[in-house]
């Protein structure tokens, strides 16, 4: 009799130690809606241009001559397209001008960082092709961080307001996620 009820009591503590917690592991579904300031002129860019083309092209088309060209950047993201409005994290990373031919195309490789509000710690990143010219444009969401862990998705982005090269992209993103703990 001792044998079994020590079988059992083992078999008890290893069904015990492998119960997880359902809860995150339960596939979850997120919607954000925020704003993103692209500033590249004037005092404080958040945006800046690291690499060029070589200075020996010599044709006419100006997205052409932009080939080639990568930005590395720290935009501010806030709770509305008001550049003075709450700042909620920061898109950081880097893009390149992609395209050769008859549109503006950007490769993104970007991580919106969330700090403050009820994502505060937490990350995704997107990695994709931007064609910036498009009225709406929709880029893949590759992971994530803290509540957004295993993250994958979709994002919109679309542009608000654009003054020279500067701009305000409003950004409505989906991520399924696990319950991932900040």
């Known amino acids: 009799m001792a044998v079994p009820s ?18 995150a592991l339960k596939l979850k ?51 509305t397209p008001n550049p003075n409005s709450t700042v909620i994290g920061r898109a950081q990373g880097i893009y390149a001008m992609a395209s050769q031919h008859n549109e503006l195309s ?14 505060n710690g937490s990350s995704f990143s997107v990695v994709g092709r931007n064609p910036v010219m498009n009225e709406v444009r929709e880029m893949p969401i590759v992971g994530g961080t803290g509540i957004f862990r295993l993250g994958r998705g979709y994002c919109f982005a679309r542009t608000y307001s654009m003054y020279q090269m ?16 900040v």
């Open 6 to 23: 020590k079988l059992v009591l083992l078999i008890a503590v290893l069904v015990a130690s492998c119960t997880t917690d359902t809860e």
């Open 29 to 79: 579904k997120t919607h954000i809606q925020f704003y993103m300031h692209d500033i590249v002129g004037g005092p404080k860019p958040t945006a800046v241009q690291v690499a060029r083309r070589l200075s020996n092209y010599t044709g006419s088309d100006p997205i052409a001559a932009m080939f080639g060209s990568v930005s590395v950047m720290d935009n501010p993201l806030t709770v």
């Open 106 to 119: 950007l490769l993104m490789t970007l991580t919106y960082g969330f700090i403050s509000g009820p994502y």
């Open 166 to 181: 500067d701009a305000v992209i409003g950004y409505n993103v989906t991520i399924l996620h696990y319950n991932g703990t």
